[in-house]
């Protein structure tokens, strides 16, 4: 586990703003005051532009939910290519340190080049900053989707951020290190592998899978959200995928058992009716969840996966909305946390204010709704709602959009704010 840090360290270049006061944490809550520093990191690529617009449209609902009794006081810190102009590396400590301080940050995306040498900068943070919860809600605007049913998706997806085959534990199949496991398999455990095969390491956790589950089962009480479903491939990989069903049942029965019902106990107990005002905690194995938030979504509402699947669904679910400009994310910690989108750079579209900002607002919407600021989150949903209800979209969903004229990225963003101060 990565520490708060309580008071600020040593920044090499970075300055705290002068005014503001950091989020803290106390009693396991966060304690975020009306003036909380949160650090931005605007990225490369569209990250610069899209950054700059939703922190524009934060601050709009801020002002307007709550009178100018709040405001965020942005702080930027650097990674990427800012990061090497400021500093001569691409992720500097200060970044980290910052973060650590001040706890919340919205970022852009960063850059990873294919085929080269540096390791991914988002990989990088997300280590650092043990960030091991991936979260990513699924909703519908109204933009155009290939789903016939997608006004009935809303998911919110906890992916494990940190084990797994993602872990990055692999040799290649000629790699002295390969032939020793291949040797070690054979010599001590009678296991062969073929001397061509490479080799992959999927390490899950008793630690990192009830982590995960106890964030997932409180977004779940305090939203009040039902059902919690376990993805898994369990019957398959029983130590790994089928133990982190049973170890998040074990947090769910265990350590919130007040607030829960269990499939089993659905039938078993309930006689198939759910209790009001509890938690159906029920488990899906991986190909049929796949499927089935297709023909079903509507049964889903929270999930809950190991890393690799978490990734396969995350993406699927996204696509069922209509894809990549309105995806948001946030990885998140124990209290830490960093929103961000789904997407990339989109370098194409760099410093062409076209960029789609929505999925970048949306990682702010996460980040305000984690501070308890949800009534400035819910005022950005409702103008996004509206301008895709009016045809004011950026190009990319204009484009599905038959006779509508796109708008620029800015022209987009000056509708959200209008809509927010308006209503
Ligand atoms: P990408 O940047 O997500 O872009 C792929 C395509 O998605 C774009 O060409 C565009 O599609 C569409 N798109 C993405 N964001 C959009 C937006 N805001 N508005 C409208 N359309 C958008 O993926 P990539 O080209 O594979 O990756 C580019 C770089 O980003 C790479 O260096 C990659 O490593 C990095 N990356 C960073 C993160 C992160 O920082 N978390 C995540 C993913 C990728 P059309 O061409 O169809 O218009």
Request: hydrophobic share 40%.
């Amino acid at each position: 586990m990565v520490d708060i840090l309580e008071s600020p360290p040593e920044f090499k270049k970075l300055r705290l703003p002068e005014e503001g006061e950091k989020v803290t944490v106390k009693d396991g809550k966060l304690v975020v005051s009306d003036e909380p520093i949160i650090v931005y990191i605007e990225g490369d690529g569209i990250g610069p532009q899209i950054v700059s617009q939703a922190r524009a449209v934060m601050d709009a609902a801020i002002e307007k939910a709550y009178g100018g009794k709040r405001r965020i006081v942005w702080w930027e810190a650097y990674a990427g290519e800012k990061a090497m102009e400021l500093y001569g590396e691409l992720l500097p400590e200060d970044t980290v340190l910052a973060i650590r301080y001040t706890v919340l940050a919205l970022k852009g995306p960063l850059t990873t080049p294919v085929g080269t040498g540096f390791r991914s900068l988002n990989v990088a943070l997300r280590k650092k900053l043990d960030l091991y919860a991936n979260i990513r809600p699924v909703q519908y605007f109204g933009q155009p989707a290939p789903h016939c049913h997608a006004d009935k998706v809303d998911f919110v997806i906890f992916r494990e951020n940190t084990e797994d085959l993602y872990a990055g534990i692999e040799w290649t199949y000629d790699s002295p290190e390969a032939e020793k496991l291949r040797k070690f398999l054979r010599e001590e455990l009678g296991v062969e592998i073929r001397s061509d095969a490479g080799i992959g390491i999927k390490p899950i956790s008793i630690f990192g899978t009830k982590r995960l589950m106890r964030k997932a089962m409180r977004y779940a009480i305090e939203n009040k959200r039902s059902p919690v479903t376990i993805m898994h491939k369990g019957n398959i990989m029983k130590y790994t995928e089928g133990a982190f069903r049973n170890w998040a049942y074990e947090v769910a029965t265990e350590e919130f058992r007040e607030y829960v019902v269990t499939e089993q106990e659905l039938w078993e107990q309930y006689n198939g009716e759910m209790p009001e005002g509890k938690i159906l905690v029920n488990d899906r194995i991986a190909d049929n969840m796949l499927q089935q938030i297709i023909t079903r979504p509507w049964d889903y509402d929270i999930i809950v996966a190991p890393n690799v699947n978490g990734d396969y669904i995350s993406d699927e679910a996204n696509a069922l909305v209509g894809g990549i400009g309105m995806a948001a994310g946030m990885n998140a910690g124990d209290y830490m946390a960093l929103a961000e989108p789904v997407h990339g750079t989109a370098p194409k579209y760099a410093g062409k204010d076209v960029a789609n900002p929505t999925a970048e607002i949306l990682s702010g919407c996460l980040l305000l709704e984690y501070m308890g600021w949800k009534e400035a989150s819910a005022l950005i949903k409702d103008a996004i709602r509206k301008a895709i209800a009016e045809k004011k979209v950026t190009q990319d969903l204009a484009r599905h959009m038959p006779g509508v004229q796109p708008l620029k990225a800015s022209e987009y963003t000056q509708v959200l704010i209008d809509h927010i101060k308006s209503a």
